[in-house]
């Protein structure tokens, strides 16, 4: 499974972007998806997750600021991040995880560049 990030960039605080994650087989069968950051010099950090069925979990961080979703006709996971803080700026990654009986096979995309200036 390769996933394929982007949509960062550089944005003044209060402005909005858009992050892609398009995956190279069917996401349908994919339990869950979801984005993490990581600034520098600190850990990464989950951001925010959605399941098959639609079920959303987001960081307190972002609540209310960000929207995650997922197109599985497109086969595509999108993270809309509006309200943008300097402390959004990190390098974010899409993540896709699958649920077996052997335990749980996870891939990552490579990272998109988010700035944003204050």
């Known amino acids: 499974v390769q996933l394929q990030a982007s949509g960062g960039g550089l944005v003044q605080a209060g402005g909005s972007l858009r992050l892609s994650c398009v995956a190279s087989?069917?996401?349908?069968?994919?339990?869950?998806m979801g984005w993490y950051r990581q600034a520098p010099g600190r850990q990464p950090e989950l951001v925010a997750t959605?399941?098959?069925?639609?079920?959303?979990n987001y960081a307190d961080s972002v609540k209310g600021r960000f929207t995650i979703s997922r197109d599985n006709a497109k086969n595509t996971l999108s993270l809309q991040m509006n309200s943008l803080k300097s402390e959004d700026t990190a390098v974010y990654s899409c993540?896709?995880?699958?649920?077996?009986?052997?335990?749980?096979?996870?891939?990552w995309g490579q990272g998109t560049q988010v700035t944003v200036s204050s």
């Open positions: 993540n896709a995880q699958f649920f077996t009986e052997l335990g749980t096979r996870s891939y």
């Open positions: 087989v069917s996401i349908f069968g994919i339990n869950v």
């Open positions: 959605v399941t098959s069925g639609g079920t959303t």
